[in-house]
Structure formats: C-alpha cells, structure tokens
C-alpha cells in the first residue's frame, strides 16, 4: 500500500480556472506536508508547506490539510499555462526530522 | 548562493559497470538524502546522512548500491555492479534541521540520469 497517494492526471484546467490538487496519505502521525512542483526534465521545488489543520495561502496557492481526514489539498488560483508541471505531494514526521515520502505526482496541464 | 551540485548529470554505462554520482550540498545544510525517481515509483528514498552519519538507509535496494559522506561538502552514490532496472533520476537533496521545528524543506541538485543499457 502507497503511503502517500494522488491521482496521476493529467488534470487538464482552462486559464484562469482554479486547479485542485489531492492527496491522502497512510501514516497517522505524520505532522509536516508540502507541495513541490517538478517541471518536466527538471528537479521539485519547494512552493508550499503546511503543518496545522485549516487553509494557508500564499499568493495564487492555497493549501488545505485535514488531519482527521489525512488528506492535503493544493488550490491554484488564476491558473496559468507557466503553472503546467508536476505537483508531488511529501509527507514528513515533522519536528527536525526531514525524511519526507512522496507522491508519485499529479500532472497539471493549464490550457489557453 | 550555489545550490546542490550534482555530477555527472547525464551517465549511459553498460550492465555490470560501476556508477558513481556526486553530490556537494549546500553549505551550512547538515543533512543530506539520496533518492531515485522513475516514473514508475515515483521519488523514492535512497538514503539519508545526520551530520556526515547515515541514518536510514532501509531504502538502498540492495547490496549493490552503496553511500558515503565523508565530510560535511561530499557525498557519492555507487552502484557495482549497474543493471539496465537502476536506469533512473537521482536526485541528490540537502537541508537544514538545525532550528527546533525543522522546515523540512529539502533542496534538490538537478539530478543525474542514469542509463543502463
């Protein structure tokens, strides 16, 4: 069994639209979430971090986390094609410690 | 700053050959992880080094993978002998967990394809 799950896409979304992002994972105890973003051909980088229940936004981002639910979310706002990429899901024990699973990743296509 | 550097970036070797990729974390980071991405499993840790001290590696496949950090600016993944199912991405990451709540933000290099044949 996966112990962080999304949903490969491609998740096709117009421009302007708002893009929604899913991922569950298995480890109750699980305390640091994060959404990196890989382009095609290039490494994740870090754009989102979350480690209480509730919404924290950042700019057009939006990330959700429902502990109860184990289940994380990313919202993009004004989609834009520059947005099109990979979005892993990590899961972390939190504290110092930065062991983080990954999601195999959802793909994002921003369409004109 | 520089980031992680990673080398060779690209690397196509024969089956039975030794692999070596390096990797130079950023400085100040005092921990580093190997991991691999295919596109079947996605990122997978390899391993993952404390301080210059392996940690984990409960996720090396096998006995034909080894890590070694031997200071602080220095870390090499090796693989003797290579076999076509090691072609992957591996990406060499690094970070920080000096402060009392870690960010847990890993740094990534851009990776080193490596190929099989």
């Given at each position: 069994q996966?112990?962080?799950?999304?949903?490969?896409?491609?998740?096709?979304?117009?421009?302007?639209?708002?893009?929604?992002?899913?991922?569950?994972?298995?480890?109750?105890?699980?305390?640091?979430?994060?959404w990196y973003r890989q382009y095609s051909g290039k490494s994740p980088e870090l754009i989102m971090s979350i480690y209480?229940?509730?919404?924290?936004?950042?700019?057009?981002?939006?990330?959700?986390?429902?502990?109860?639910?184990?289940y994380v979310s990313l919202l993009i706002r004004d989609s834009q094609p520059s947005d099109s990429a990979t979005y892993l899901c990590a899961v972390g024990p939190g504290g110092t410690a930065s062991k983080l699973t990954f999601g195999t990743g959802t793909r994002l296509q921003v369409t004109l | 700053?520089?980031?992680?550097?990673?080398?060779?970036?690209?690397?196509?070797?024969?089956?039975?050959?030794?692999?070596?990729?390096?990797?130079?974390?950023?400085?100040?980071?005092?921990?580093?992880?190997?991991?691999?991405?295919?596109?079947?499993?996605?990122?997978?840790?390899?391993?993952?080094?404390?301080?210059?001290?392996?940690i984990d590696d409960s996720g090396m496949p096998e006995d034909r993978f080894s890590a070694k950090m031997p200071n602080a600016s220095f870390s090499t993944l090796k693989i003797q002998p290579s076999e076509p199912r090691d072609s992957a991405v591996y990406f060499c990451a690094s970070s920080s967990n000096r402060l009392a709540w870690g960010t847990g933000e890993l740094f990534f290099g851009e990776g080193s394809r490596l190929t099989v044949l």
């Open positions: 996966k112990e962080v799950e999304q949903n490969s896409g491609p998740l096709s979304v117009p421009e302007g639209a708002i893009a929604s992002l899913n991922c569950t994972y298995s480890d109750r105890v699980s305390q640091s979430f994060f209480s229940n509730g919404d924290k936004e950042d700019g057009r981002f939006t990330a959700q986390l429902n502990k109860a639910s184990q | 700053d520089a980031g992680v550097i990673q080398s060779p970036r690209h690397e196509v070797t024969e089956m039975g050959q030794e692999v070596t990729l390096r990797c130079k974390p950023i400085s100040g980071h005092n921990s580093l992880f190997w991991y691999r991405q295919t596109m079947m499993r996605g990122l997978e840790l390899l391993i993952y080094f404390n301080n210059n001290v392996p």
